[in-house]
C-alpha cells in the first residue's frame, strides 16, 4: 500500500467513526452480499469501530448463489462481527399477490434493493444503529442504483471511490480473494453480471468517467459518449427532492 492510500483510507476511517459518534448511534448495520463493495465497506467499518459494533445483514432471494452466501459469512467470521442471513423471499411473494403485479428484471430488481434497504433501516431503528451505504462513485454516476434502495443509506464510506479504486483499496485491507477475484453483479438473476448489462467493462466506464471530468463533460469516442448519456439520463437520481414552486 503506498502512502497516499494510506491516507486515504485512514480518512475514510476518520469519517465513518465522527459520523456514528457525532449521531449518538450504537454501531452500525451494513448489508453484506459477498460483492467487494460491501466487503471493502464493513472492512473500513470495522477498522473504524471495532467488529462488536457492526452487525452484518445478507438478504438473499431465490436467485442469490450460494458462494455469494458463503463468501459473506466467511468475511464476517474473519471480521469477528454478528451475521445475520434473512432471505427477502416471503416479501417478494407478498408483492407477487398484489393486483395486477408484473414480473419483470427491472422491477423485480427494484424491490429486492428496496426490500433490502427497508429490512437494513429497521434493523438499525431496532438497535440504535446507522446504516451503511455500499455504492461506489462508478455505479453511482452511471445511475447504476435503485432510488431509495441500494443509493440509500446514512452514510456511504466509498462513494467517492470508482470500481478501480474498490478494487485497490481491497487489495489494500486485505479482503479475500474469492471476494476480489467474482465478476461483479447485482443478482438480479441466475448470472447476472453487471459489466454485461451495462454494455461496458469498468475499466473502459472508470476511464471514460475520469476524462469526461477532466474535459468538462464533453465527449471525445464512442465509449465516453455512452456513459455520458447514462450520466445524463440518471441525474434525477443524484438530486435531492425538491418544491416545484
Known amino acids: 500500500m503506498n502512502e497516499d492510500r494510506g491516507c486515504a483510507l485512514g480518512r475514510i476511517e476518520q469519517m465513518i467513526r465522527y459520523t456514528v459518534w457525532n449521531s449518538g448511534a450504537g454501531g452500525v448495520v451494513i448489508g453484506i452480499s459477498g460483492g467487494v463493495d460491501s466487503a471493502v465497506a464493513a472492512v473500513m467499518c470495522c477498522r473504524a469501530l471495532s467488529g462488536e459494533n457492526v452487525l452484518g445483514l445478507t438478504l438473499p432471494s431465490a436467485v442469490t448463489s450460494e458462494a455469494d452466501i458463503r463468501d459473506a459469512m466467511d468475511l464476517c467470521r474473519v471480521l469477528g462481527i454478528r451475521h445475520e442471513i434473512v432471505t427477502i423471499e416471503p416479501v417478494l411473494d407478498a408483492y407477487r399477490s398484489l393486483p395486477g403485479y ?54 456511504q464510506p466509498i462513494l467517492h471511490l470508482y470500481k478501480s479504486g474498490v478494487y485497490e483499496a481491497a487489495r489494500d485491507i486485505g479482503v479475500p480473494e474469492s471476494i476480489i477475484r467474482k465478476h461483479p453483479s447485482a443478482g438480479l438473476w441466475h448470472g447476472q453480471k453487471d459489466e454485461d448489462e451495462i454494455g461496458l467493462s469498468y475499466t473502459e466506464i472508470d476511464g471514460a468517467l ?36
Request: aromatic share 10%; glycine share 6%; with cysteine.
Open 210 to 245: 475520469v476524462a469526461l471530468e477532466a474535459n468538462g463533460w464533453n465527449s471525445e469516442n464512442p465509449v465516453q459518449e455512452k456513459v455520458l448519456s447514462m450520466v445524463k439520463k440518471s441525474g434525477h437520481k443524484r438530486m435531492t427532492p425538491s418544491l416545484l414552486f
Open 102 to 155: 408484473t414480473e419483470a428484471p427491472a422491477i423485480l430488481g427494484n424491490l429486492m434493493a428496496r426490500t433490502r434497504m427497508t429490512l437494513l433501516y429497521y434493523y438499525a431503528n431496532r438497535d440504535n444503529r446507522l446504516v451503511c451505504g455500499t455504492s461506489n462513485r462508478t455505479e453511482y454516476m452511471l445511475g447504476y442504483t435503485t432510488k431509495f434502495g441500494d443509493n440509500a443509506a446514512d452514510f
